[in-house]
C-alpha cells in the first residue's frame, strides 16, 4: 500500500510539472525583459567609438571639410562623458601625421538657436556671441588605424544651428588658413 501512495505522489508531481502555457509565456516574457535591461545597461566608451571609426556613434556625421591642402576632417561627432560634458572628436583622413597636425590651431564655431543663448558661456554672453567658439591645439590620436583630434567641451547645449571648422596658423592668429568647413543642423543627442 505504502508504494502505491508513493507512486501516486510521484506521478502527481511529475505531471504538475508539465509545461503550463501561462507559465512558459511568463518565462518568456521575463527573459525578454532581462535582455531588455542587459541590452540598456551595455555601455559604449569613447575609446569603442575611436576603435570603430565612429561607425557606432549615432550622433557622427560623415563629411569632406577639405581645410587645407594636408588637412581634411571626414567625420566628427561628441561623446558624452557626464552630463554637460563632451568629447568633440573630429575624424581626419588616413594619410595625416603628427607634423599636419601640430602647425595648426583648430577652431570650431558652435551656433546656437535663439532658445539657447542663455545656456552660452559666459564668455560668449559677455562679447554677445551668438556661439562658442572652441579654440584647441591637439595632437593626433590614432585607434585602429583611424586617426583623430579630440577636445573636451562643457556645455548645457545639445542643438546647434550649424557648425563651422577652420584653423590657423599656430604661432599665432595671422587670419584662417585654407577653408572653413561648414555643417548645418547638429544635435548632440
Known amino acids: 500500500m505504502k508504494k502505491i501512495v508513493i507512486s501516486f505522489i510521484i506521478c502527481s508531481f511529475f505531471s504538475s510539472c508539465k509545461n503550463d502555457p501561462k507559465k512558459e509565456e511568463i518565462k518568456e516574457d521575463s527573459k525578454v525583459k532581462i535582455e531588455q535591461v542587459v541590452e540598456k545597461k551595455k555601455s559604449v566608451t569613447l575609446e569603442d567609438h575611436l576603435l ?3 561607425e557606432d ?3 557622427r556625421e560623415d563629411v569632406e571639410f577639405v581645410l587645407t591642402n594636408d588637412l581634411t576632417v571626414k567625420g566628427f561627432g561628441m561623446f558624452e562623458r557626464k552630463k554637460d560634458n563632451y568629447v568633440l572628436i573630429l575624424k581626419l583622413q588616413d594619410d595625416i601625421t603628427p607634423s599636419v597636425v601640430e602647425k595648426y590651431t583648430f577652431t570650431v564655431e558652435a551656433f546656437v538657436y535663439d532658445e539657447d543663448l542663455d545656456k552660452l558661456s559666459a564668455y560668449s554672453k ?3 556671441r551668438k556661439n562658442e567658439a572652441w579654440v584647441f591645439k591637439p595632437q ?3 585607434f585602429n ?4 583630434v ?3 567641451v562643457n556645455t548645457p547645449i545639445v542643438d546647434f544651428q550649424k557648425l563651422r571648422f577652420y584653423v590657423f596658423d599656430r604661432e599665432g592668429f595671422k587670419g584662417t588658413v585654407g577653408q572653413k568647413g561648414l555643417f548645418q543642423e547638429y ?3
Do not use: Q, R, W
Not at 588605424?145 to 583623430?148: A, M, P, R, S
Open 140 to 142: 593626433l590620436k590614432e
Open 187 to 189: 544635435s548632440v543627442k
Open 126 to 128: 559677455k562679447k554677445k
Open 52 to 54: 570603430s571609426g565612429l
Open 150 to 152: 579630440l577636445y573636451t
Open 145 to 148: 588605424g583611424n586617426k583623430y
Open 57 to 59: 556613434m549615432e550622433n
